[in-house]
Structure formats: structure tokens, C-alpha cells
């Protein structure tokens, strides 16, 4: 398809008919009278050959295409918003501008909080806003990382887009305070024998992995999508959990546990944030990387730089 030949606007006004489903609000939303609003759905009809709306009683429905581009126009309109509003200059103490970033609620608690105190300081017009990491991310990776402005993860899930390099962190272990099975060291019979807690999402995998090369399959007896939620499932139980050392030292003295060494070699985390290089050129997303970079440097004492991570060589070993 020569997208030269296309009318963009009718993305728009697409992505309104699909939210709205009602011509009237559709174009009250983007602006347009209820005359042109209708010509515009007219055409969208003739080039999908479908009514992509169609009335049920005293209200429209999605048709099954309709449905379907429901998601698939709201993320092209992202990402052409995104793409327009790319800047040669950027300057933080003056501009106005909001970042996305995908994140677990480790990364916000470890770096975020930081990063925001950075921003917060130097760049008053701008905010930044935190999103969960969804479940399913490598299945959508690029569809995410398109539509927002980066996503902080480790090493070792996904591979394929650039990245800035932020800190290393190490495994550790909690164990309630009072649990009687466990002695000053943990033990690898430990880890096969007490119940676990676990982080439900694809965050830790790599650490996974290793345990499943040493023998260990974890027996979860709670599962989570918050990292932060751990300690307080440790605590008064015989229950485990594997945690990053960063996080844990932040909670220390908010529950009950012990934070412990493992009992092996545990292979470190690497923390990036990773963005679509569709930003790359971009100054003000230059300038977020940058101080991504500076701020990670400064509070986590790391040695930062950027890397494409279709290169093996730049990839830590073990992952």
C-alpha cells in the first residue's frame, strides 16, 4: 500500500469513530462538524469495505474488523504523535513535556524515585509517569516501546532494540526472622524444601533459569506482580522469596526478615532502559537518556553507556 495515497487525518477520525462509536462525538472530540465526521466514516467504510460501526437498536457496535482495529489505531496515532512531536532542540528548564516510562515497581522504588528527584529539580515543565509492566511483554515488545518512551528492565528477557545501561544488582534472599529452619547460612536444601513467594511476571526469569540449572525448582506457594509486596509474605512464615539487593535494602526494618546470600552464585542483574530507535535522533528523548545515564552514575555508582543490543558482545554472561 503507498501510504502517500492515504489521507492521515482519516487515522484520527478512525480511532474516535472506534472510541466513541457515535459520529456526533466523534467529531465534537477532533473537531469536525457532524457533516464531515459522517463523510469521513463514509470513506473509511469504502477503503475497509466494511461498516466498521454498525447500529444495534439506538446504538452503534463494533464490527469484528472494528474491533480489531480498535487497538491497532490507538497505537498508530501514539506513534505518530510521538514521531511529530520529535524535537532537534530541547531545552529541560523551559520545555513542557510528558515521559512514559513502563516499569516493575522495583525499577520505580530503586531508580525511578531518583530519576524523578533529578527532573523534578532541573526540568519543572516536565513529567514523567510510571507504567506497570504488562504481562505478555515479549510478545509486544515493539508495539510497547513504540508507543512510549522507554522501559526499564534487565537483561536477559528482551533483546533486539537499544538500550542505556543504569546499574548492576545482586539476588538476595528474605526469610522471616523467626523462621527456626533456617540457620545463619542458607542452605540449597533450604531452597528446595520451604515454600516460596514469587514475583508472577517474566522480571526475574534469568534468576529462574539459573535455579533450574542448579536443580531448584522454586515451590510457590504465593505469587505476586509486586516486588515490594515480598518481605511482608516472608515475614511469620516459613515461606522464601529471591528478591534484588537494591529493593531489599530500601525495605529493611518494614517487616520482619532476614536478607540473605544465596547459596550459590546467583549471575547479577543488569538494569537498562530500553527505547524504540524511533527516539533515538530525538533531543528530548536524548536528553531523558542522558540524564538517566547521569543519575544512575551518580546514585548507584555505575559506569553507564548506551548499546545495541543486537551486538552479543555487549550481553552479560549468564543471560
Known sequence: MNLASLDLNLVVALRALLEERNVTRAGRRIGLSQPAMSAALARLRRHFDDELLSRVGGHYELTALGQVLLDRTSTACDLLERVFTSQADFDPAVEEREFTIVSSDYAVAVFGTELARTVHQEAPGIRLRFVQTPPGIVEQIGTLLSTTDGLL????????????ELYEDQWVFLVADDNPEVGERLTRDDLARLPWVTYQRTY???????????????????????????????AGTRRIALVQEHLADRLRGLAPVRIMRAPYEAVPLREALWWHPVHTHDAAHIWLRETAARVAA?????????VDEGDPADRSPGY
Not at 153 to 164: D, L, Q
Not at 208 to 232: K, N, W, Y
Not at 298 to 306: A, F, M, N, R, W
Open 153 to 164: 528492565m534487565p537483561h536477559g528477557i528482551i533483546s533486539g532494540f537499544p538500550a542505556t
Open 298 to 306: 551518580s546514585v548507584l555508582g555505575q559506569d553507564i553507556h548506551e
Open 204 to 234: 526475574d526469569a534469568p534468576a529462574v533459569r539459573q535455579l533450574g540449572m542448579i536443580g531448584i525448582e522454586p515451590r510457590a506457594e504465593v505469587s505476586v506482580d509486586a516486588f515490594t509486596l515480598l518481605p511482608f509474605l516472608v
